[in-house]
């Protein structure tokens, strides 16, 4: 069952095939197998299990929310849910309660879904890997898979070469790659839903900005920031964002239009589409796998009857360095709330109330933090503030003016790859530090978040390590639809495989079956 | 396998043979692409070199590390592309975000980040107005000035640390931070 769509298992709940409780119980004890994943930061089985009750009861009585009434999902840890811890894997926030539940954590609930927990990411969702947390790195649960592990060079009881699983949203990702709900809530400022959903194989949804609401998300970056979806195939993406998207009063970025989401079509016809390929994505460090995936991908839309040109974005090469300035300056703003007052860590200092504030905020936040709080200060000091931020500013201008240019032209769809490699081992990962593996991990999935345009990872084939690769598409603004429409059709081709871990297969209740799950018995 | 023989990319790496697993109902086809361009591109990533280390075209030049105390004397103005940054600066920037650096290491790496984003001035942006946000074009509303929510200061005060009252308790506010921020001892263990 744990293999299943949400479309498939919602039947089976309102069929009685299953039940709320079993699905939530099977889900928990999952967690507890993985725990050597860290997916989770918190895990909130009474909460889940009393959801799990009413939902059954609903049920019963045949008056079932939707599609996602009984349906376990995860929450990353930068939003905030009322009564459960919320801490964003920082010092700062450990112990704090929010009051109140983000718009799209609400929107969750309301629809009868049961929340199994809070995930793991990098502090303050800074990061590409992971794996600067306060709780620890996760581990990509592809480390552990059946097809990696084949691969391998390594003595299959050293445990020393496990996986990054992408940042900043990692938990997120494994925690649905191993299969411990159906869909989780990432973030994603600059590519934090899209890169673990292509190192976790994955679908790593961005919606547009303005689509769906902030409120709850604790903020990076305010002009780039939206809240992700992770799932593990486009149809459950695209029910997912049906009830997360629109208007939210408390969220004034978010756009008034009416939203109207509907199903996506099984038969999609790709003959009349444009996808471009922006020639400046392919860069030396791209791996020849990714490439070669890259190129099969353009040739598969081609031999369908798309229309498949090259296109040029001229300034990519400098969103990195924009994306830099913009997201350190507006970090910096953002983090400054965290003194120690009204919530949060408080420093035992109080000599004086900025003695108790550097003290807090030394204390509360960690290294890559501080250096971006530091780095963008730098950049909003008055005699730097328009060679830098507003500099940065224009620049973003022109590189949204590349996108809107392309998109004018009759490109409907991008196909780019998601990211340089696929997950490398987190010994070699910590080589770098965070700002550079950033810079480098960040290079196609950023420049979206800089245009607010919305962009699905989509993973494709296994590497010859047996790992995911991904690749991305992104559409034009507010064109959700379309783009996950594309997205489903490509998934259907590629065919991706069903990740094969040792706790599910030693589960007695699944089995595989042509590299498809199906469940065997859930009474336990 | 029609993908995997596609998949086979000669590559200047050791990596040569590219294997991609699919599972066996793929419907992922060869193409038999006529377009110039798609033949120029395959030719293309097939030519490219491999994955180099790090970001070789984009390195940034190793900022030279200021050693603490070693004031430049000169008026504290942006970066003068030798990669230093003063320390009154240093200091100002901890004063200013109330966090420190903490090491040399710290400050080091913020340099590297000055001089990263050094490469923003080669890009010519005259006549270009400045992005704030992506909806520009849209008109920000307002809603109608109704109280919709609010009376939950009991909630909102069980947060803080030390509360007395319906007041957060900050320490005296009146003392200024002078070198405190280099200097800030460890927490007292009470």
């Not at chain 1, 919602?10 to 009685?16: C, D, P, R, W």
């Not at chain 2, 970066?79 to 920037?93: A, D, N, W, Y």
Request: proline content about 5%; charged content about 20%.
């Amino acid at each position: 069952m744990l293999g299943r769509t949400l479309r498939e298992v919602s039947a089976a709940l309102k069929q009685g095939q299953v039940t709320p409780t079993e699905l939530c119980k099977k889900c928990l004890s999952l967690i507890k197998k993985t725990k050597y994943l860290n997916a989770y930061i918190t895990v909130s089985e009474e909460v889940a299990l009393k959801q799990a009750e009413e939902s059954e009861r609903r049920y019963k009585q045949g008056q079932s929310l939707g599609d996602l009434d009984g349906i376990p999902v995860a929450v990353k840890d930068n939003f905030s849910t009322a009564g459960i811890e919320t801490t964003c894997a920082s010092n700062m926030l450990k112990g704090y309660i929010p009051p109140y539940n983000a718009t799209v954590v609400q929107k969750l609930l309301d629809q009868g879904a049961l929340l199994m927990g809070k995930t793991n990411l990098d502090e303050f969702a800074m990061g590409s890997g992971s794996t600067d947390g306060v709780f620890g790195p996760v581990k990509n649960p592809w480390s552990y898979s059946k097809q990696h592990r084949e691969r391998r060079r390594h003595d299959e009881h050293d445990d020393s070469h496990w996986l990054i699983a992408g940042g900043s949203s990692g938990g997120s990702a494994a925690s649905v790659a191993a299969f411990t709900c159906f869909a989780a809530l990432g973030s994603d400022t600059g590519g934090s839903t899209r890169n673990p959903a292509a190192h976790c194989g994955l679908v790593g949804f961005k919606p547009s900005y303005g689509l769906v609401s902030r409120h709850g998300l604790i903020p990076l970056v305010n002009s780039m920031d939206v809240p992700g979806i992770f799932t593990r195939c486009v149809d459950d993406t695209a029910i997912v964002l049906g009830i997360l998207a629109g208007h939210d009063p408390k969220d004034s970025t978010t756009v008034q239009d009416p939203i109207k989401l509907s199903r996506i079509p099984s038969e999609v016809d790709v003959s009349g589409l444009c996808i471009g390929i922006p020639k400046e994505y392919l860069v030396p460090e791209l791996s020849s796998e990714i490439r070669s995936l890259w190129s099969q991908a353009a040739d598969l839309f081609e031999s369908e009857g798309a229309k498949v040109i090259e296109v040029s974005l001229p300034h990519t090469s400098y969103s990195i360095v924009c994306y830099h300035v913009l997201c350190t300056s507006e970090v910096a703003s953002n983090m400054a709330r965290f003194d120690g007052l009204q919530y949060g860590h408080r420093s035992g200092i109080d000599v004086s109330t900025e003695a108790m504030y550097a003290a807090t905020r030394q204390e509360g936040f960690n290294d890559v933090v501080r250096e971006r709080i530091l780095s963008g200060n730098f950049f909003l000091l008055k005699e730097n503030y328009e060679n830098y931020f507003v500099k940065a500013q224009k620049v973003r201008r022109l590189i949204l003016r590349d996108f809107v240019n392309v998109f004018d032209s009759g490109v409907d769809v991008l196909l780019t790859p998601t990211t340089l490699t696929e997950a490398v081992p987190y010994l070699e990962f910590i080589k770098e530090d965070n700002r550079t593996r950033s810079a480098q991990d960040d290079i196609f999935t950023q420049a979206v978040n800089m245009a607010g345009l919305p962009a699905v990872s989509v993973p494709v084939a296994l590497s010859n390590q047996g790992l995911p690769i991904g690749l991305q598409l992104i559409g034009r603004a507010f064109c959700d639809q379309q783009l996950l429409t594309v997205a489903k059709w490509f998934e259907k081709q590629v065919q991706f495989p069903v990740i094969q871990l040792q706790d599910l297969m030693d589960d007695g209740s699944l089995i595989l079956e042509n590299g498809k799950l199906t469940s065997v018995s859930l009474t336990q | 396998m029609a993908m995997a023989a596609a998949a086979t990319a000669t590559a200047a790496h050791s990596n040569v043979v590219i294997r991609v697993r699919v599972a066996p109902s793929s419907s992922l086809r060869r193409s038999r692409s006529k377009e110039m361009w798609a033949r120029a591109m395959w030719v293309r990533f097939r030519a490219a070199p491999d994955r180099g280390r790090g970001f070789a075209s984009k390195a940034s030049p190793q900022g030279q590390v200021q050693a603490a105390g070693q004031g430049t004397g000169t008026p504290s103005l942006a970066l003068q592309g030798s990669g230093r940054v003063p320390t009154e600066k240093i200091e100002h920037l901890e004063r200013l975000a109330l966090v420190n650096f903490g090491s040399r290491e710290a400050v080091a790496r913020l340099e590297k980040a000055i001089a990263f984003a050094e490469q923003l001035q080669a890009v010519d942006t005259d006549g270009v107005e400045p992005l704030e946000s992506v909806l520009e074009n849209r008109c920000l509303y307002l809603r109608s000035d109704n109280v919709a929510e609010g009376n939950c200061a009991e909630e909102l005060l069980q947060n803080s640390n030390h509360v007395v009252e319906e007041y957060f308790v900050a320490p005296p506010g009146n003392i200024s931070l002078p070198d405190m921020v280099n200097r800030i001892p460890s927490p007292t263990a009470e």
